[in-house]
């Protein structure tokens, strides 16, 4: 059972991880980026266009899409959650450019190496 939720140094660095991940994809640096996620066959990220289940699947489709920064965009809100000390979500609302709403949503689990995305999901936000 888990006895804490929300223990503020575990929201603080899932916080900065999180935000330091979104300044990789900005920037499109596909080796922080994919530094960030769980070297596993068990972690997962869902997109809008894609189903990657493995870490060698998730860096394989980074390599081969992203080149270069990304388009512009802003986070508009973000709640991190801290479930113990060494699992948190985080669950975000971010608008491109363009207008459009989108939500991400990430599990991060404390690794040896640090802290690591586990599951990903992206997808567009109802209109």
Do not use: K
């Not at 900005?26 to 289940?53: I, K, Q």
């Not at 388009?71 to 975000?92: K, L, M, S």
Request: proline content about 4%.
């Amino acid at each position: 059972m888990i006895e804490e939720i929300d223990n503020e140094e575990t929201v603080a660095e899932v916080r900065d991880c999180f935000l330091r991940y979104n300044r990789a994809l900005d920037a499109g640096d596909v080796d922080a980026l994919n530094g960030f996620f769980w070297n596993s066959p068990a972690t997962v990220r869902f997109g809008p266009g894609e189903t990657l289940f493995g870490y060698d699947a998730i860096a394989g489709f980074r390599s081969n899409r992203w080149r270069g920064a990304g388009p512009a965009r802003r986070i508009e809100e973000v709640v991190v959650t801290a479930y113990g000390r060494d699992v948190a979500t985080t669950n975000a609302l971010i608008r491109s450019g363009n207008g459009a709403l989108s939500r991400q949503s990430q599990t991060w689990i404390r690794r040896p190496e640090g802290w690591r995305i586990a599951a990903a999901h992206v997808s567009a936000a109802p209109a």
